[in-house]
């Protein structure tokens, strides 16, 4: 564990060296920088559920709820003539609760994120935009009181040590109707330590762009993964698995401003929350998220 924190700490001073280094040097080669960005260069997407957001689902399928608090936002942008670059953070606290009847929410399980990440923005013609993100970040996660229930742990669940640092590539075509895209991610640290190194992801969202009622934009986005499958008896992945996430709903604001989304969400195939590594889960959720 040690070992992979030190690769990880050593790889995020690197970075944050280059970071400084183009902070001196893009005024002189730059048209325009700003260090009080709007919103980022790469829209965060819709409807992957490992994005950092602030969500708030209730699980229609049983007593729980998803509870996220996190935010992608840019520190910095950069433009070279038409071709713009951004440096920024992520952080993002995924939580899933179970609610009760006296109005208490005890947490079954949460996954923390954080890094750091370089976004780019392309115009290839007056109504499409080639996008890209770079991200370099760790993950861990955790069994808490809702699953400790009078000194046992509950549905044969442990804690275990779940910890991952990564890298990943993400690019898209985006426009005003709509985005496609395709990313990679690379394990380079990973404890359990038997985990196939790769994922990939692949989505499409798709906006009514004009809706008569200006105000509120409806969408619909599709974000598949394919990760690698957890086999608990031999304690080291085999094979790979699809993650399928699902959204539909309306945007108070256009699609990649502030914002607030009311949404229907399905989720289906392998668990993204490390405790429940190698479970397929099938949800399907109702709730709101606030675009930042």
Known sequence: ????????????????????????????????????????????????????RVAALINRNNNELSLDIGISLDLVQVSFEETQVGFGVDFGTFSELRREWNFKFPVNAADYIFGINLSYRQPLTKSLDLTGRFRLSHISAHLIDGRFVNGTWLEGLFPFTYSREFIAFMVALSGEYGRVYVG??????????????????????????????????????????????????????????????????????PIGKRGFRVVFNHYGGLDFRGMYLGRYVSEQSIGFLIDF
């Open 184 to 253: 990679y991610e690379w394990l380079f640290n990973t404890i359990p330590r038997e985990i196939a190194s790769s994922s990939y992801q692949v989505g499409v969202e798709a906006y009514y762009a004009n809706f008569p009622l200006r105000v509120l934009t409806p969408f619909i986005a599709v974000d598949f993964r394919l990760v690698p499958i957890w086999r608990q008896a031999l304690g080291r992945t085999e094979g790979y698995g699809g993650a399928t996430n699902l959204q539909a709903g309306i945007k108070f604001n």
């Open 1 to 52: 564990m040690r070992s992979g924190f030190f690769v990880f700490h050593s790889s995020m001073n690197r970075i944050v060296l280059v970071f400084i280094i183009s902070l001196f040097i893009s005024p002189c080669v730059a048209q325009t920088w700003t260090l009080e960005p709007n919103r980022p260069l790469f829209v965060p997407l819709i409807a992957d559920a490992k994005e950092p």
